[in-house]
């Protein structure tokens, strides 16, 4: 059976073959967090993917351009970090964080970026795992094979949302906190506000209280903000948590948004581009 959305907790357990289990844990805000927690326990077998590192590529593009605070890496990249964790072309891919998936919903995208259908978010994170941890780095995989395949979602760049200014034929759906989304978080976003027609859906909003995802019927629901999932565009502040709103919208059954990988953080750093408050 293949997983490609969500995976509970007994499922995992209960998983045999070719599985490749990936600790994604990180802090914004302490970037050596992630790692430390891994080292003090995970799920055995594990491997630990750094956010900064395996997860994301140059802040600054060969002109010297700013992209962003977690810019996707080049394909290439991305592809010699899953073969050094063993990752083959049919392999199951299971992600999973301490944070509600806001962090495990990014490799989940980045892995259906190069065209990997089988992998999946653990519904719930750590707090839902019933076994016993394990502080043992796990012994190293033979080198995996998994190539490029064509990609099953898409993306935009700012040029293309500058465009959208006009036109309006894309809907941009903002997955930061409310007070960012209108500006009133100097701390986090110096420069507040967001994109001019931008709604927001913060990413916690996908979750029930025990920290898995809402039933999709519910999230269907909720969703439709976003109105046509095709003409949606998916941002939040570095392009990370905007993969949690994407994999919200994939378990609704509504396909089709795009991310933009730059996200606010890329946006806001052009003093051209404007910005809405409130």
């Not at 956010?51 to 290439?76: C, S, T, W, Y």
């Not at 409310?178 to 913060?202: L, Q, S, T």
Request: net charge negative; with cysteine; charged share 20%.
């Amino acid at each position: 059976m293949m997983f490609t959305t969500l995976i509970s907790a007994e499922q995992l357990a209960a998983l045999t073959g070719d599985v490749v289990i990936v600790d994604c844990r990180h802090d914004l805000m302490l970037l050596t967090a992630g790692r430390a927690a891994y080292d003090a326990g995970h799920i055995p077998g594990a491997v630990f993917a750094d956010m900064e590192i395996d997860l994301a590529g140059p802040k600054r593009n060969a002109a010297g351009v700013f992209q962003g605070r977690h810019p996707l890496p080049a394909q290439d990249d991305f592809i010699a970090v899953l073969r050094r964790w063993g990752v083959d072309d049919g392999t199951q891919v299971v992600a999973y964080d301490a944070h509600g998936g806001m962090y495990a919903a990014r490799l989940w995208w980045m892995l259906r970026w190069i065209g990997h259908k089988a992998v999946a978010v653990l519904d719930g994170g750590l707090p839902a795992w019933r076994g016993q941890l394990s502080t043992e780095t796990p012994p190293a995989r033979a080198a995996g094979n998994i190539a490029a395949r064509p990609a099953l979602v898409e993306t935009v760049d700012a040029a293309s949302l500058v465009a959208n200014l006009s036109s309006r034929a894309l809907q941009v759906v903002d997955a930061r906190a409310p007070d960012r989304f209108r500006g009133e978080n100097e701390v986090v976003d110096p420069v507040g506000g967001h994109i001019p027609g931008a709604v927001n859906r913060f990413f916690k909003d996908n979750l029930a209280a025990d920290g898995t995802f809402k039933p999709a019927d519910a999230l269907r629901a909720e969703l439709a903000l976003v109105g046509d999932p095709a003409k949606a565009v998916m941002q939040c502040g570095s392009g990370v948590t905007a993969c949690h709103n994407l994999l919200a919208l994939e378990v609704a059954g509504l396909k089709g948004a795009k991310l933009y990988p730059g996200s606010w953080s890329e946006w806001s750093a052009d003093t051209s581009r404007p910005v809405q408050k409130g």
